[in-house]
């Protein structure tokens, strides 16, 4: 197996961990989705089908890192707004006005417990070691954003039957 499947391979597992571990703190935890969450929800999710696609197609590698470099780029914009609203104690994430269209998608309606959002966006849940769930967010988006960067400018290298030889 190449690196590259492997580190698409990787991104894919990792992706679907921070999915069901999403899922594990919401059902066993019953820590409640926000907007904001169901929106990290959906990068998450296009970044591993960004992969999946880049994977089995190759040829489609292009604009399959392209769409997992904007749902990177737009999932860390929603986390750091979420660590924004956190560190506002008399603000709030606009429950109302997002929660409404975000529940209508028919992604929520096809797989409401995950993405379905009916908690509060200011709701201040422990850290996770030393960090809070959107700052772990932020970080994860920050990482397969250079994932994603680095496979769009990567190239891969030529084989040659003299390489060994020189």
Not at 6 to 28: M, R, S, T
Not at 100 to 111: H, Q, R, T, V, Y
Not at 130 to 137: D, K, N, Y
Request: proline residues 7%.
């Amino acid at each position: 197996m190449q690196r590259t499947q492997a580190f698409l391979i990787a991104i894919i597992l990792a992706c679907l961990g921070l999915l069901g571990f999403a899922l594990y703190l919401q059902i066993v935890l019953d820590m409640l989705p926000c907007p904001l969450c169901v929106l990290q929800r959906y990068a998450f999710t296009l970044i591993a089908l960004a992969c999946l696609i880049c994977l089995l197609a190759p040829k489609f590698k292009r604009p399959a890192m392209s769409l997992s470099l904007l749902a990177s780029l737009s999932g860390g914009g929603a986390a750091g707004y979420q660590l924004w609203v956190i560190s506002q104690p008399l603000t709030s994430c606009g429950t109302d006005p997002i929660s409404g269209p975000l529940n209508s998608f028919f992604m929520a309606k096809l797989f409401p417990l995950m993405f379905k959002a009916n908690g509060l966006c200011e709701t201040p849940y422990d850290p996770i070691l030393g960090l809070s769930i959107p700052a772990w967010a932020c970080l994860w988006f920050v990482v397969f954003a250079i994932a994603s960067i680095f496979f769009l400018v990567h190239k891969p290298k030529q084989q040659s039957i003299f390489a060994n030889k020189f």
